[in-house]
Each structure stands twice: as C-alpha cells, then as structure tokens.
C-alpha cells in the first residue's frame, strides 16, 4: 500500500512538473502555476456537486481531503520528513481549520442548494475579501488606484453574473448555499493571509499534506457527530469518481501549485485565481451538466476579465514604486 502511494504521488508530480515547473524562471513557473490553479479548480466545483448528489458533503469533503493528505505525508515521510514539531502542529492545525475544514467543506456543503458555477461565483469574491482584511485589519498593506478599480471591476462583473439567479432567492435552500459558500470565502481569504505570514520558513508541501490530513479527519468527525454520513462500503461508485478526481485533480495537483505560487507572489495576486474559476465552473458547468449560460453570464465574465487585466496591472505599478 505505501508503495503504491508513492507511485501515485510520482506519476502525478511526473504528469503536472513539465507543464509549468521545469526550465523556468521562478516567477515564470508561479505565474504557470496560478494559471493551472485557475483551471483545474474550476472544474472541482461540478466534481463536488455530482458528489454530493449521492453522499453526505462533509463526509466527501473529509474523505477528500484525509486521502490527499495522506498521500503527501506518506511521500514526504519517504522522503526524510518526520512528525511537525509543537508550534508547527499548531500552524498546520490553525490552517487546515480555515482552508480545509471551513472553506472547504462549507463550499462542498453548498452545493447540494445550487449550481456549481454559481458556487464559484460566490467564492469568488475571496480577493475582495484578501484586499479589505489585508488593508483595513491587519494593516499590512496599501491598494493603489488601479488595484482598487480592478477588483471593484471584477467583482461588478461577477454580481453582474449573480444578478441572474436574484429570483431564487425566495428559496430558503439556495439562499443557506449562498451564506455557506459566503463563510467559506471569508475563511479562504483569513487563511490565504495566515499562510503568507506564517508559513515562510517551513516546507509549503509538508504543510500542505498536514492540513488536508487534519482537517480531513476533523471533517469525517463533524460528518460522524452530525450523523451525515454512510458507511464507507455503502458510498455509490458515482461518489467514488468525484472523490478520486478531487484528491488527484483538486487536492494533490492544484493545492500543489496553488502553495507554490502563494510563496513566490502576493496573496492578492494568487487569490486572482478565484476570478478565472468561476469561468471555467460556468463552462464545464454548462457543458457537462445543463446549468444556466447565456448573455448575462457572458458579459459578466467579460467585465471580470477586465477587472483582472487591473488589478495585475496595478501589482506591477506597485513592486515597481517599491
């Protein structure tokens, strides 16, 4: 079993590496690395929603998460990694509480109430989130003019995109998956600016591979205290897909290059990803699950690429005034 991990671990890193790692400058592989994140997490959205059509979301997202984590932590341990130490177990568990279990699961929790493109949509709104936390609480920046009217622009052109869905929102259950998916932005955006100020000086993987394992386990607990939950031998093969495509696709290959990119670029620049996948979940979306695409949904995606043509150019203003 431990060798068949190992080799999955390396198949997948064989498969990703010469894409967007290899004879590269640094800041070129983290741009790479952005633009996979972009993509790949934006079809994870309609891998958790078909998931949820047939098991519990917790108890998916834990299931999910625990795998991957254990697929890092058994390739780094075969790699010389050892046990965190005391104050590293405390980061690790404080990080997998906002990105794995909050984030994570209220998002996957969401989608039983409402489309997966709507779900990236609304998550969508976590550079917002990054640009008001990081500017007004902790105090750690400055946003200049064009930053600014980037993001207000992106983010126009995503409520633009919601502005189709107002009616359901009568629906008591479609208005519980928006304050769920809600949270979870928030949680993502906490947790991206934790792991900058945090997560400098220790390995971005092996914390990556303890935060998945923790709060997968903290994930299945909740499932199990809740009641939401089957038997693992009782889970349909449909789930089963959705799981294996998130562990491989959504948690080992784009939480890879998503920690890879976040050490080399700003976090509100990496957080630009969270624009480009609610795109790609409205088209898979659309193509693989008959969900609503039509002209508001396409001028709407067309005002967020230009918010995000913005808010990079304001980056590079301001690394250069620095």
Same mark, same amino acid.
């Given at each position: 079993?431990?060798?068949?991990?190992?080799?999955?671990?390396?198949?997948?890193?064989?498969?990703?590496? =010469?894409?967007?790692?290899?004879?590269?400058?640094?800041?070129?592989?983290?741009?790479?690395?952005?633009?996979?994140?972009?993509?790949?997490?934006?079809?994870?959205?309609?891998?958790?929603?078909? /998931?949820?059509?047939?098991? &519990?979301?917790?108890?998916?997202?834990?299931?999910?998460?625990?795998?991957? /984590?254990?697929?890092?932590?058994?390739?780094?341990?075969?790699?010389?990694?050892?046990?965190?130490?005391?104050? !590293?177990?405390?980061? $690790?568990?404080?990080?997998?509480?906002?990105?794995?279990?909050?984030?994570?699961?209220?998002?996957?929790?969401?989608?039983? $109430?409402? &489309?997966?493109?709507?779900?990236?949509?609304?998550?969508?709104?976590?550079?917002?989130?990054?640009?008001?936390?990081?500017?007004?609480?902790?105090?750690?920046?400055?946003?200049? %003019?064009?930053?600014?009217?980037?993001?207000?622009?992106?983010?126009?052109?995503?409520?633009?995109?919601?502005?189709?869905?107002?009616?359901?929102?009568?629906?008591?259950?479609?208005?519980?998956?928006?304050?769920?998916?809600? %949270?979870?932005?928030?949680?993502?955006?906490?947790?991206?600016?934790?792991?900058?100020?945090?997560?400098?000086?220790?390995? =971005?993987?092996?914390?990556? /591979?303890?935060?998945?394992?923790?709060?997968?386990?903290?994930?299945?607990?909740?499932?199990?205290?809740?009641?939401?939950?089957? =038997?693992?031998?009782? %889970?349909?093969? !449909?789930?089963?897909?959705?799981?294996?495509?998130?562990?491989?696709?959504?948690?080992?290959?784009?939480?890879?290059?998503?920690?890879?990119?976040?050490?080399?670029? =700003?976090?509100?620049?990496?957080?630009?990803?969270?624009?480009?996948? &609610?795109?790609?979940?409205?088209?898979?979306?659309?193509?693989?699950?008959?969900?609503?695409?039509? $002209?508001?949904?396409?001028?709407?995606?067309?005002?967020?690429?230009?918010? %995000? $043509?913005?808010?990079?150019?304001?980056?590079?203003?301001?690394?250069?005034?620095?």
């Amino acid at each position: 079993m431990k060798n068949y991990i190992y080799d999955v671990y390396d198949k997948v890193r064989i498969l990703i590496e =010469p894409v967007y790692l290899r004879n590269q400058t640094q800041r070129t592989r983290a741009l790479l690395a952005v633009g996979v994140v972009c993509i790949l997490w934006g079809t994870t959205w309609l891998a958790s929603k078909k /998931g949820v059509e047939y098991m &519990p979301a917790l108890q998916l997202a834990g299931l999910r998460q625990l795998s991957a /984590g254990i697929i890092y932590l058994g390739y780094l341990y075969y790699k010389g990694f050892r046990l965190p130490n005391r104050q !590293q177990f405390i980061q $690790f568990f404080l990080m997998g509480m906002l990105l794995i279990v909050i984030n994570n699961g209220l998002s996957t929790w969401s989608m039983k $109430f409402m &489309p997966s493109g709507l779900g990236a949509v609304i998550g969508a709104a976590s550079p917002l989130w990054i640009a008001l936390l990081s500017t007004f609480i902790f105090k750690e920046s400055k946003l200049n %003019i064009i930053t600014i009217a980037g993001l207000l622009l992106g983010t126009g052109g995503i409520l633009f995109i919601f502005s189709d869905y107002l009616h359901d929102l009568l629906n008591s259950s479609f208005s519980l998956g928006i304050v769920l998916n809600v %949270i979870a932005s928030i949680a993502w955006a906490l947790g991206t600016i934790y792991t900058v100020k945090n997560a400098r000086h220790v390995d =971005p993987y092996f914390s990556l /591979g303890w935060q998945m394992f923790l709060g997968g386990i903290v994930l299945l607990l909740a499932s199990r205290v809740t009641g939401q939950y089957v =038997p693992v031998k009782n %889970i349909p093969l !449909q789930s089963v897909y959705s799981i294996g495509y998130l562990v491989l696709i959504g948690s080992v290959a784009a939480y890879s290059a998503f920690i890879y990119a976040l050490k080399r670029l =700003p976090a509100a620049q990496v957080s630009i990803h969270a624009y480009i996948n &609610p795109i790609v979940a409205i088209v898979v979306g659309a193509l693989l699950n008959n969900e609503k695409l039509n $002209f508001v949904i396409a001028a709407g995606t067309a005002v967020t690429l230009l918010g %995000i $043509f913005l808010v990079n150019t304001g980056f590079k203003k301001q690394r250069k005034e620095e």
